[in-house]
């Protein structure tokens, strides 16, 4: 829920930020300090060396582990008193922020290093001074809780929530148990606005019941594909961000021609930036143009979300269960690195799949190596295709569009990760009218067709 807030407030959370951002880098650098004191023993260096598959060197790797961190006090806990010594040392942060504060940030900065420890992140990163450092609380009872509307922060500071009070899933939110708050800022138009996050117990409130079809889903790079027993499907994926990326490709280049014409010494004759260190000066129109490709960014990002929501939304509606390809979409941004960017095809899948399982659906991925969907045909045939080939023609007389093909026989794909080709040729003959009446209702719209679906017109 968004806050009211006026100027002094602002700066108040800002300030209280601020000590956050201080008392994480320190958390994060005391981590750092005793990963790195572990990692150059010699116990360390002979515990890496073990074997993980061999169930006794597992549990003498485990053991080795959590006696170097307990010796160490590479911990959470030991952090966490870290972090509530250092808060304590210092009058001013101890003065602003709370102990359960402080504790969460300190968890922060230890799974952070922690993360990195296991090999899961390349580094840590400190927070530079400016940058907000959210704050959330143990509980709704100390320091930063919320009440009736109102957010309070310590003893003097009290935020209104500004949120629709009508509203039936705010409603039946507002009804749950709170078990702590979080406040975050977000960059709007230029002008910061404040947020206060709910963490609540128990379920959201659910507009539409879930369906009973089994669908079948292909997701590529730029379109989506969905055939359920009476509906298909094919449109372009988050259409509405095409329209704003192209906005941000013309600030993109704005913003690169006022950077040369403001350090044209730090550019060769050739155009490349010159190596080594440098002085970049930045004029008030480049801050402002800055400024405005934030700002798209930030669009971006939340109609790209919920344009995700809704798309999920409308499955599940239609399908109880769901099966689709496990793509590798790293691979994918080697090729279609800026549709990828935008669109987030794994960010979507991982919503749909978080919320078919919440309502007791099921959601399959499998592999491609062994189904080969693009490339196999009901009757049994397997014939490779190009990629600009978008229809599925085959001599036993099946002609689809291929994306609505794939996932067409991705519904029928077995627990063997083999299509089940007998199964799929007794249901083709109703499944190929759906099919049939979902391209006429395409080529009907074609004539209406906007700037962000010639993608989609393009394989008809």
Request: charged share 30%; aromatic share 10%; glycine share 4%.
């Amino acid at each position: 829920m968004r806050l009211k807030t006026n100027m002094m407030q602002e700066k108040h959370l800002l300030m209280l930020s601020d000590c956050g951002r201080q008392l994480y880098n320190a958390c994060l650098g005391e981590s750092l300090k005793r990963l790195k004191a572990i990692q150059n023993t010699e116990l360390y260096k002979e515990t890496i060396r073990l074997s993980r598959t061999s169930e006794t060197d597992i549990e003498k790797r485990r053991a080795n582990f959590k006696y170097l961190n307990e010796t160490f006090r590479f911990t959470d806990y030991s952090i966490q008193s870290f972090g509530t010594k250092t808060k304590n040392d210092s009058k001013f942060i101890a003065n602003h922020l709370g102990t359960h504060i402080c504790q969460k940030l300190s968890t922060r900065a230890f799974k952070a290093v922690q993360k990195f420890a296991f090999k899961k992140a390349k580094k840590v990163k400190f927070k530079r001074k400016g940058e907000f450092v959210s704050l959330e609380g143990k509980n709704n009872r100390t320091f930063l809780t919320y009440s009736n509307g109102f957010v309070f922060v310590g003893k003097n500071l009290s935020l209104k929530c500004l949120f629709d009070p009508k509203d039936k899933w705010m409603q039946n939110a507002l009804k749950h148990k709170i078990k702590y708050c979080r406040i975050i800022k977000k960059e709007v138009k230029g002008k910061n606005r404040f947020y206060v996050q709910l963490i609540l117990e128990g379920h959201p409130y659910r507009k539409y019941e879930i369906g009973k079809e089994g669908i079948g889903l292909d997701v590529g790079p730029s379109t989506i594909a969905i055939v359920g027993e009476s509906e298909a499907e094919l449109k372009e994926f988050c259409e509405e961000v095409v329209t704003i990326d192209k906005e941000k490709r013309r600030i993109n280049r704005k913003m690169d021609r006022q950077r040369r014409a403001n350090n044209p010494n730090n550019y060769q004759s050739n155009g490349v930036v010159k190596k080594g260190k440098k002085k970049w000066v930045n004029s008030k129109r480049y801050i402002k143009t800055r400024s405005e490709h934030r700002e798209l960014e930030r669009k971006i990002k939340e109609v790209r979300k919920h344009l995700h929501g809704r798309d999920t939304n409308q499955i599940l509606q239609q399908a109880s269960s769901i099966q689709t390809e496990k793509l590798s979409y790293k691979a994918f941004q080697k090729i279609f690195g800026k549709s990828i960017s935008r669109k987030a095809p794994s960010m979507f899948l991982k919503m749909l799949k978080r919320k078919v399982t919440s309502q007791g659906g099921t959601f399959r991925e499998f592999p491609t190596y062994s189904t080969k969907l693009s490339q196999t045909c009901h009757c049994g045939a397997i014939k490779k295709k190009r990629l600009k080939d978008r229809w599925h023609t085959c001599d036993c007389g099946v002609h689809a569009q291929r994306d609505l093909y794939s996932a067409f026989l991705a519904r029928y794909v077995s627990k063997s990760d083999h299509v089940n080709i007998q199964k799929a040729e007794k249901d083709w003959f109703q499944i190929s009218r759906v099919l049939e009446e979902c391209i006429s209702k395409l080529k009907n719209r074609k004539s209406e067709r906007t700037s962000y679906q010639h993608l989609v017109y393009k394989f008809l």
